[in-house]
Structures are given as structure tokens and as C-alpha cells.
């Protein structure tokens, strides 16, 4: 009987040392996440802080790539060298796929629905010059532009839709 009382003794004083042990064990655990969170957030706006800045460059300079293979724009501002409507497609063609070229770096920053819809537009725009050149059969450059150009003028340019999905996207940054 001894021995119980003795064991009895020993777990009253165990007890509460293992109630009070188990209530520090949630208590840190729980501290210890949300300190962990806390930190990972404070990291993760100091990160959109120095990121935030380099995204919005990155939409400008693709509003400006866009801007610049915007057909409408793109025929006005490369004049074509010869008569030949083969010559001014390589030309123009030519031109768009440096423009894309010099901005390929940029995808890193926008989102791949937006990146999609650039190369769409870069790829649209080409087709639709390289019909504007099978369109007109006497390779004639200036009916090859005018055709072009009638063909923009009725429709939403690819680097209309484009753009309006960039301004879009970043007006959700705000």
C-alpha cells in the first residue's frame, strides 16, 4: 500500500509539471510559426519593394514594343528602301523580330498569360504583313502598305488587345 501511495505522490507533483510542460510546447510552437510567418513576410515585402520598380519597367518597355509593331505605327515609321514588296516584308519582319528580341528579357517580370499575348500579337502582326505581301500579286510596296493599312484601320490591332491586357494587368498591382 505504501508503494501506491508512494507512486500516487510521485505522479500528483509529475502531473502538473507535464500539464505546464505540454501548455509551454503549444504556446512556443504557436510563437514560433508566427514569428516565422512574420518574417517571411517582412523578406517578402521587402522583395515586391525592390521587384515592384523593375515590373513596371519591364510593362513599359513592352508598351513601348508593342506601340512600336502596332502596324499602323510600324508602316509610317519604316519607309520601305526599294519598289520591291518582298524587300519591305523582310524589312518590316525584320524589324519586329528585333524589337522582340531586344525585349525578350522582360518575360521574367509579367505574367504568362501576358507574355502569351505578346508573342500572339508579335505573330499576328507578322501573318498579317506577310498576307499584305501575298495580297498584292504585281509586288507593288505602296498598294502592299495601303493594303495594310485599310486591313488595321477596320479592325482592333493585335497590339490594341495586347496593350489593353497590359494595362489590365497592371492596374492589379495597385
Excluded at 501511495?5 to 510559426?33: C, D, E, N, R, W
Excluded at 509593331?69 to 519598289?83: A, H
Excluded at 505578346?118 to 500579286?137: D, F, L, Y
Aim: proline residues 3%.
Amino acid at each position: 500500500m505504501e508503494e501506491t501511495t508512494q507512486i500516487i505522490s510521485y505522479i500528483a507533483y509529475l502531473l502538473p509539471a507535464i500539464v505546464v510542460g505540454i501548455i509551454a510546447y503549444f504556446f512556443f510552437k504557436g510563437h514560433t510559426a508566427n514569428e516565422e510567418g512574420r518574417r517571411r513576410y517582412l523578406v517578402q515585402k521587402e522583395a515586391q519593394k525592390q521587384v515592384l520598380p523593375l515590373r513596371l519597367q519591364a510593362y513599359e518597355r513592352i508598351t513601348l514594343f508593342l506601340e512600336r509593331i502596332d502596324p499602323n505605327k510600324l508602316l509610317v515609321r519604316v519607309k520601305p528602301f526599294s519598289d520591291s514588296k518582298d524587300d519591305y516584308e523582310s524589312l518590316l519582319v525584320k524589324n519586329i523580330e528585333q524589337e522582340y528580341e531586344h525585349n525578350l528579357t522582360q518575360q521574367i517580370y509579367v505574367s504568362p498569360e501576358c507574355w502569351n499575348l505578346i508573342n500572339a500579337a508579335k505573330n499576328a502582326t507578322i501573318h498579317v504583313i506577310r498576307q499584305g505581301a501575298m495580297h498584292e500579286k504585281d509586288g507593288n510596296v505602296d498598294k502592299m502598305r495601303e493594303w495594310l493599312l485599310q486591313n488595321f484601320m477596320e479592325e482592333v490591332t493585335p497590339s490594341q488587345k495586347a496593350l489593353a491586357y497590359i494595362k489590365k494587368e497592371v492596374s492589379e498591382l495597385f
